[in-house]
């Protein structure tokens, strides 16, 4: 699929995020380079907190959604239409991939953060990464989904500080409960890496790929509700739902392609026919639920199936979620 912008177009934006700093008004604020891309910024005037809030986008280079959202964000500062309650920590992941239009160089960024010890260009920007983010106290990851999203969501490692975070910026949320990852050795998502040193880390997945306006304005205002969290704003009521795995679902066959209208929060039926496979047999669900993380889908060239590795993610919705975990 491909896209309406060029390369030049997020390399042109990207320098605009840098511009921002250096022309940032001086007189109500203090701006640090922490690192190329990332800066820290820090409000004159007195602030009422001293709680450091981290903004991040571009962990996947390829998902650009996140840059223009932080774009805008700072847009509002530079025009005096938000007040920062204290200090940020605003960067930018992969970007020198994301200047050449690829999600990373030779290994997964958002699998590099952590207790792990790696070689190549990703391995030396997370360090870079985590040495300026280390003393965040809250941080929001904004991501977006390679395939078509219905909706925002959250992947989220149970955590009651995490949850009370995302009710506090989107009390509607899609929040998808993960695994906690293995930290021994291994590379981790940025998120995980910070909540393991005791930040309130949250990972948003904006919605599909690209630039989409009702997402920067989504995640704007994410990142507005989290500024007044941090001033002490009590989290509304929670009136999203969680949807946990309830298990991979392989292809049926070779050749297996899901119904081109499907993508991640699609309901699907027991029976129903969600695609086709060998050649054109029908492909009938075998459990009702929800997608999650579909590989496959006809008309997407870039994902192509794999016999060996789970074609989508089968979701429930689940009301009881808090309950049960009480
Ligand atoms: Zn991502």
Redesign the pocket.
Same mark, same amino acid.
């Given at each position: 699929m491909g896209e309406a912008y060029t390369t030049e177009f997020i390399k042109d934006n990207i320098e605009n995020f840098k511009s921002f700093f250096t022309e940032l008004n001086k007189e109500r604020f203090i701006v640090k380079e922490l690192a190329p891309y990332i800066y820290e910024l820090t409000p004159i005037k007195e602030t009422s907190v001293d709680k450091v809030i981290g903004l991040m986008a571009l !962990? *996947?280079g390829n998902?650009v959604g996140g840059l223009f959202v932080l774009l805008e964000f700072l847009s509002l500062l530079d025009k005096g239409l938000v007040n920062l309650p204290g200090k940020v920590v605003i960067g930018l992941g992969s970007v020198e991939s994301a200047k050449l239009g690829k999600r990373f160089f030779e290994k997964d960024l !958002?699998r590099c953060y952590g207790d792990v010890v790696g070689e190549g260009k990703d391995f030396q920007r997370a360090k870079v990464i985590m040495e300026a983010f280390k003393e965040c106290h809250m941080s929001l990851d904004l *991501?977006?989904t390679q395939t078509p999203s219905a909706q925002p969501f959250f992947p989220m490692t149970f955590n009651t500080k995490t949850f009370e975070l995302i009710r506090a910026i989107d009390p509607q949320a899609s929040i998808i409960p993960q695994k906690p990852y293995d930290q021994k050795g291994k590379g981790v998502p940025f998120s995980h890496y910070l909540v393991n040193r005791g930040c309130t880390a949250v990972t948003v997945e904006l919605g599909t790929m690209g630039l989409d306006y009702k997402q920067i304005y989504y995640g704007v205002q994410l990142i507005l509700k989290l500024l007044n969290y941090n001033l002490g704003k009590e989290p509304e009521e929670f009136r999203g739902s969680f949807f946990p795995k309830r298990g991979p679902v392989f292809p049926p066959g070779p050749d297996a392609w899901l119904r081109s209208d499907l993508g991640n929060f699609s309901e699907i039926k027991k029976g129903e026919v969600i695609g086709d496979y060998d050649g054109g047999k029908k492909w009938m669900a075998q459990e009702s639920g929800f997608l999650a993380f579909p590989k496959a889908i006809r008309g997407l060239k870039r994902t192509q199936a794999n016999e060996n590795e789970p074609i989508y993610i089968l979701l429930d919705r689940d009301p009881d979620y808090l309950k049960n975990r009480e």
């Open positions: !962990n *996947h998902e !958002n *991501h977006q």
